[in-house]
């Protein structure tokens, strides 16, 4: 069984007198502010890690803010996947090579996303509820900026196409990476 911090993820080891041999094991110091006086317990191990919080891999905490988080991720996923598919388009037109090569790298992006998500789903999140909103307006708010920019400089046609799909792919990379930070 994997155990980890639920403060900042690290892999914590745990060995029993069991897994090591009986001439390695160690018992670890006391923390500085324990009483060298015995407790009524007398469990000394016990009280020392009973502040200590620990997530096992078997049983992540399921919370409201990890469940939008993976939500967010799945919908960022094929707003990426879409934005390469006409990025693709864009630069290498609609001939039936290039659209069954897009298609190809825009299922290759959904099902790495799905891996990287399976890899990243215990990780302990690094932003708060506040940054997290603040971070998903900050990205739309670039995005509609970005979209309305090369609206104003390009007329129709390729540059224009190709500004539009790069800025959601880009949108989409951004909001994936704000659900897994």
């Given amino acids: 069984m994997s155990i980890y911090c639920e403060r900042c993820g690290t892999h914590l080891q745990i060995s029993t007198p069991y897994s090591l041999p009986q001439s390695e094991y160690i018992i670890p110091s006391p923390p500085i ?8 317990s007398g469990d000394m191990q016990s009280e020392m890690f009973a502040n200590q919080k620990i997530l096992s891999r078997t049983h992540p905490r399921i919370t409201f803010f990890r469940v939008i988080r993976s939500v967010l991720y799945f919908i960022a996923a094929p707003i990426a996947a879409l934005g390469l598919l006409g990025t693709f388009n864009a630069i290498f037109g609609t001939s039936n090579l290039f659209e069954g090569l897009a298609i190809f ?9 799905v891996v990287i998500f399976l890899h990243m789903r215990y990780r302990v ?10 971070s998903i307006l900050g990205a739309t708010v670039g995005w509609v900026m970005a979209t309305i920019l090369v609206a104003a400089l390009t007329t129709t046609g390729k540059p ?13 990379f951004v909001l994936a990476a704000i659900s897994l930070w």
């Fill in 160 to 172: 224009f196409d190709f500004g539009i799909f790069f800025i959601i792919l880009l949108y989409g």
């Fill in 125 to 134: 999140p690094q932003l708060r509820l506040a940054q997290f909103i603040w």
């Fill in 33 to 40: 502010e324990y009483s060298a006086e015995p407790s009524i």
């Fill in 105 to 113: 790298f825009g299922l290759g992006l959904l099902v790495g996303s």
